[in-house]
């Protein structure tokens, strides 16, 4: 029996509304019309996207050329110079086009921050910084040095240099980006920031990973088996401190969830949804460090009940592999692990009542290798 074609229809897209981020209209006329082409733009691909073996380098090409790559950097030195709320309000509209287009270029941003830092060496910033900023450059992240627990990335001094021994599950961008920031586990309850090229050597191979959704982020799992690094590629080192967590960073992550229900909701037409839409936008940009887990939560539960919406709306088409409601719907189940966090998970599962109780509950739940899927990618640690 021939495999059903799924062909998209205009009720895929959703009849435009403004449901956007506030902060989106304090940009500049030009950035804001930029974003919002491409968020458009990118929805249109997005079906082909979500069965591509990687994101296209176009989709990559119009960020550069909309100057995203650089969003945070001063306008003197060619960035759009937008801040933190602005560029949250911009991962949301870009991940209502594209999730896995936007993933992949918010990755970037660790490299971006390290370049715009004035701790980092002169040499690197000197070197790379104009390329980093224009796209022509583009980073990935390690973030393996900062999850909790026992170090799973370890960077043990070796002469003037650095050996790594370790893991590192769920790294995006495997073939599409030129360099990775890689924060390791130093001697002394230290982590170190090192800049590694993006690519196998000897000492550092790679593991594809197959996802359910967002596939096309390149996604693999690092193995270092004593990497040498020399010593001119490293960044910097501070104290580790357990649980470590830029605020800024969890609230970039909650746009993607943002981004999503904001597509749904354009899907499903004008519902209850668009005012929790605002409500959970609101919880984020308000939340206090203490606050953030909560907010994050209700954004990705959100997410999951606005998916499983567009799949009720359709009807049995949602069946179909590669329908719009069952592809939104994997991109929420995905995002619902994302960047989290145990606080996160704990909320999360309590917004379910599903709170594990008795024996269950000091039981850890991890993801494969140990790892939560994806980086928390911040705009201001190095």
Known sequence: MPEAVVTPSARDHGARRDLGSPALSHLAQPVMARVNQLSEDFWLDSAAVDTAAAVPASH?????????????????????????????AVVEELASGCVATTFLWVQHLRLLSTMLDP???????????????????????????????????RAEPAGDGWRLEGEAPWVSGWGLVDKLVVVARAPGSRIVSLLLEAKEVPGLSATPARLSALNATSTVS??????????????????????????AGLRLNGSFALGLTKRCCLIVGPSALDEELVARRGQLDAAAPDEMPAARAAAC?????????????????????????ER???????????????????????RFHATPSGPAATKRVTAPEGGTYGNACTTNES
């Open 60 to 88: 990559l090409d119009a960020l550069a050329r909309a100057g995203l790559y650089g969003i945070y950097a001063p306008v003197g030195e060619d960035g759009l110079g937008l801040d933190g709320a602005a560029t949250s």
């Open 119 to 153: 701790e980092t060496p002169l040499s690197w910033r000197e070197r790379l910084k104009g390329d980093v900023v224009a796209g022509r450059c583009k980073g990935g992240v390690v973030l393996t040095g900062l999850m909790p627990g026992p170090p799973r990335l």
């Open 222 to 247: 690092l193995h270092f088996d004593g990497l040498a690094v020399p010593g001119d590629r490293a960044l910097g080192e501070r104290p580790y401190k357990e649980g470590e967590d830029a605020l």
């Open 301 to 325: 539960e959100l997410a999951l009940r606005a998916a499983h919406a567009v799949v009720v709306s359709r009807g049995s088409v949602s069946a179909l592999a590669g329908d719009v409601g």
């Open 328 to 350: 939104l719907a994997r991109e929420a189940n995905v995002l619902a692990v994302f960047g989290s966090r145990p606080a996160i998970k704990s909320e999360l599962l309590e």
